[in-house]
């Protein structure tokens, strides 16, 4: 069978492009690696751009999602420094959010085909045909790649777990500390959401973040962090993936499309990357349903306006030294600056 579309990946971007494709009648089938539930590092922070992806597909979820209006950094022993959101986030933990957008995808019409692991792209008389480890091949007109970072090399690492007992309140947290910080969000069934991103020569032994509490104190130098997590109980198992590359990719190559994080990975204290993912997908599935492939890329750069380049700064105090960390916490809270450069990493339709 030869389907108008074939996605790879079944996480945000992949799932979201499957179901608007759908939705506008293409025959899609929507090839994903593991199966669901599953689990995934993120920060489960979902911003006003992303929100509206979430009401069209898959409203149940925000019925249960906190909503989050202030964002709190802080570095070193100084206070925390806040300022509030220009638009309320949600949190939504990723074993919801993908499994609803997957169970969506097929509701629209969509072949689903979990634990399908693509093993090439081979260009067939014009067509595509996907040939899948321990399966049958597939054939399609267009392929769109949402399968991640693809393999990027980088010295980043990230670790996330989910915590009780812990009050946030309607904020999301963000404790510097030399070589790496972490993101704390509130999540569904009162969840607390922690996940750091830290420089591999600091992350230690890995197997040591099974508790992920004992190993931030031993790795992530932040008395905040430290503070917090001692008042909290872990309620789910710590996730890790290595290789986290930052920064724009590419859109198209070689006569494949990408979506999310496969064209671009925005640095995640931006807090804008669950959104471009979700947002990706659809404008890469409404261009292929138009019939303009070809316009996508220069679509998705407009869309992404000087995201990368604004995030670019502030990825730099991943490296600073706690002194500077605090005078940019500092600096964050000021209006004329934490919200504008928010403002500016920020997906434009």
Known sequence: MRFDLAVIGGGPAGSTAAA???RHGLN???LERGSFPRDKVCGEFVSAEGLAVVAELAPHLL?????IRTSIWF?????GRRFDL???ARGISRLALDAALWECAGKAGATLRPRATVSGRVPDGGNWRLPIAGGDAVAAAHVLDAGGRNGRRSPWIGVKARFEGLTIGAA????????GYCGLAPVERGWVNACALIHRRLAGDLAATRDFARWARACCASPSLAARLAEARQATPTVVTVQVGLGSQTAARGGIWFAGDASGFLDP???????RAMLSGKLAAERLAAGQPQAYPAALARASGRGFAAAAPLRALVRAPAPLQSLAAWALARPSIGPRLLSATRWRP
């Open 28 to 30: 899609v089938v929507l």
């Open 172 to 179: 999301v947290e963000m404790h510097l500390f030399a070589g």
């Open 75 to 79: 570095a070193g022993r100084g206070p």
């Open 63 to 67: 019925a249960d999602a906190p909503e």
């Open 86 to 88: 220009p638009e309320p």
């Open 20 to 22: 608007i494709a759908a």
């Open 269 to 275: 204290f931006a807090g804008d990357g669950l959104a």
